[in-house]
């Protein structure tokens, strides 16, 4: 993948955004790319896991508020599906019932991708497994 910080800093700087939130912008950004480098960095459960390691951080405000505006630029570059951080966030906020399960998303993810499935497709996938892992946890008796 073509390093999208160039072009995203010409976004930020084209909508007028002060410098100092431009840096920052910039620098959380690189964080997350180098973070998820051997990952496709537009999936959902990548991204929902980086943002669950951010919930243990101070500044995690900050770095969400980064990841949000990188999202909006990627989808207006048609590099991933509109609502993917949306997404992400939400899935962030469900823990699956095993470690396994996020490892078995993100395997079956890449087996779509490998197939040639739209990333609209993926999305839809991913989505309504979740969907279906939350309400199976719901039905479960409590002891």
Do not use: W
């Not at 996020?102 to 197939?115: A, V």
């Amino acid at each position: 993948m073509i390093n999208p910080l160039p072009a995203f800093k010409l976004y930020l700087e084209a909508k007028n955004y002060q410098p100092t939130t431009v840096k920052n912008y910039i620098a959380d950004t690189n964080i997350y790319l180098r973070s998820v480098a051997s990952q496709n960095p537009f999936s959902p459960p990548v991204l929902s896991a980086f943002m669950m390691e951010l919930a243990k951080k101070n500044n995690n405000k900050r770095y969400l508020a980064s990841l949000k505006k990188f999202c909006q630029f990627a989808s207006d570059q048609h590099l991933c599906p509109p609502g993917i951080f949306k997404t992400s966030l939400r899935l962030s906020q469900h823990k699956p019932s095993s470690p396994n399960l996020d490892s078995l998303l993100t395997q079956f993810e890449q087996h779509l991708t490998h197939k040639n499935r739209s990333s609209s497709t993926v999305k839809n996938y991913i989505n309504d497994l979740q969907q279906y892992i939350e309400f199976c946890q719901k039905q479960k008796p409590n002891p």
